[in-house]
C-alpha cells in the first residue's frame, strides 16, 4: 500500500502553545486528508476533512479555531492544535486518499501530550 | 455508514486460524465491508476490503454471507504480531477515508 507519514510521532508540549503536526503523502498525490483523534482505550473519532486546496469540513463538535487544518499542497497537509489544554493530549492519526475511488492509508499517529 | 457490531475481545492461539466475527444487518447494496487493524500506539492498517463475493489476499480472507449482513475475517495463521484491534466498517467505496470506527474485537494471540 502507500505510504503517508506523520511528524512527529510523539511531542510535548506546555499548555497554551501551539503544537504543529505534519501529515505527508511519500508516494502518492492526496487529493484528500482525514483528520482522526483517539483517546485512550477508546476508538478513532473524525475531527475533519480537508481537501487540496480548500477548506476543511470540520465534523459537529470540533471547534475549527482551535484545530487548524491546511492541506495546501498535494502530500501535505497539517494540523495546528492552537493553545493546546491537557485536555486536548491525545493521539492524533491522519489518512490521505488519492483522487478517485481509490482507498486511503493511515499515518503512523502522533502522540500529544499537554503538560 | 451502516452500523457494526463486533465481540470485544478474542483469544487465538499462535499458529491457528483466528476467525474475527462482524454483524451488519443494516448494510445497503452499493456499501462495502472494510477491515483495518490497529496495533497498539499506531495508526491503522488496511486489511482487506470486499462487497458480496470472498475476498483474499496475502493478509487474510473475508468471508461475507449471502444477504451480507454478516461477515468473517480470518487470519489463517495468527502469530503474536497479528495481536492488535480489528475493526469492520462498512462504508461506501466513494467514503474511502471517512470511516466510522466502532470500538472493534481486541484480538490477543497466544503463544
Known amino acids: 500500500g502507500a505510504v503517508v507519514s506523520q511528524h512527529p510521532s510523539r511531542v510535548i508540549c506546555k499548555s497554551g502553545t501551539s503544537v504543529k503536526i505534519e501529515c505527508r503523502s511519500l508516494?502518492?498525490?492526496?487529493?484528500?486528508m482525514f483528520w482522526y483523534r483517539q483517546f485512550p482505550k477508546k476508538s478513532l473519532m473524525l475531527m475533519a476533512t480537508?481537501?487540496?486546496?480548500?477548506?476543511?469540513?470540520?465534523e459537529q463538535g470540533v471547534e475549527k479555531d482551535k484545530f487548524l487544518i491546511n492541506h495546501a499542497s498535494l502530500t501535505l497537509s497539517t494540523l495546528t492544535v492552537t493553545s493546546a489544554h491537557p485536555e486536548d493530549s491525545s493521539f492524533y492519526i491522519c489518512?490521505?486518499?488519492?483522487?478517485?475511488?481509490?482507498?486511503?492509508?493511515f499515518g503512523q499517529g502522533t502522540r500529544l501530550t499537554v503538560v | 455508514d451502516a452500523k457494526t457490531t463486533q465481540p470485544p475481545s478474542m483469544d487465538c492461539a499462535e499458529g491457528r486460524a483466528a476467525n474475527l466475527p462482524c454483524n451488519h444487518s443494516?448494510?445497503?447494496?452499493?456499501?462495502?465491508v472494510y477491515w483495518y487493524r490497529q496495533i497498539h500506539s499506531q495508526g491503522p492498517q488496511y486489511i482487506i476490503h470486499?462487497?458480496?463475493n470472498n475476498e483474499t489476499n496475502e493478509m487474510a480472507s473475508l468471508i461475507i454471507t449471502e444477504d451480507r449482513k454478516s461477515s468473517t475475517l480470518i487470519l489463517p495463521h495468527a502469530t503474536l504480531r497479528d495481536t492488535a484491534v480489528y475493526y469492520c466498517?462498512?462504508?461506501?467505496?466513494?467514503?474511502?477515508?471517512?470511516?466510522?470506527f466502532g470500538d472493534g474485537t481486541t484480538l490477543t494471540v497466544k503463544p
Open positions: 489518512s490521505a486518499r488519492a483522487r478517485g475511488p481509490t482507498e486511503a492509508f
Open positions: 508516494d502518492f498525490q492526496a487529493t484528500t
Open positions: 480537508s481537501n487540496e486546496g480548500s477548506k476543511a469540513t470540520y
Open positions: 443494516t448494510i445497503s447494496g452499493n456499501e462495502y
Open positions: 470486499g462487497l458480496k
Open positions: 466498517i462498512v462504508r461506501v467505496a466513494s467514503n474511502a477515508g471517512k470511516s466510522t
